[in-house]
């Protein structure tokens, strides 16, 4: 397991909490959660045809983090890439109206969005473990 690699891929939302939260979460597995194991991918550059996004998603397992039902990230990486390993969707971990809360910039956020933050994240942690088992 020590060389596995698991994507993640984070909403790229600015319009809402959801968003924010999504790209924190995810920015915390790949710093302090899973640092050397998760490899984060950009949703804009993979969008713009990033081919280096693209074959790793296609490559290895990605686990997308999206702020809200709407699932951006998730559609994208199908789209191009294929099927995902696994999905975070913020707005059923902390609330559809939580996650539709106007945004709050990153240098504002409080103990209670970091809380949420790690909320998110533990989830996400729940999930790469799993796909890593199963490897």
């Known amino acids: ?80 890439s294929g099927k995902v390993s696994d999905i975070v969707d913020v707005s059923e971990i902390l609330g559809n109206d939580v996650a539709l809360d106007k945004t709050v910039s990153t240098k504002d956020m409080t103990s209670q969005h970091m809380e949420m933050v790690d909320k998110v994240a533990k989830v996400i942690c729940e999930k790469f473990d799993k796909i890593a088992e199963n490897k």
Do not use: H, N
Not at 19 to 32: C, D, F, P, V, Y
Not at 33 to 55: N, S, W
């Open 1 to 80: 397991m020590a060389d596995l690699k698991i994507g993640v891929l984070s909403c790229s939302g600015e319009e809402c909490l959801g968003g924010t939260i999504s790209r924190l979460a995810t920015r915390k597995m790949l710093e302090e959660l899973r640092p050397g194991q998760t490899v984060t991918l950009c949703l804009p550059l993979y969008l713009a045809g990033g081919e280096e996004e693209r074959f790793f998603a296609k490559a290895f397992p990605v686990i997308t983090v999206d702020g809200c039902s709407k699932c951006c990230a998730k559609r994208a990486t199908e789209k191009y």
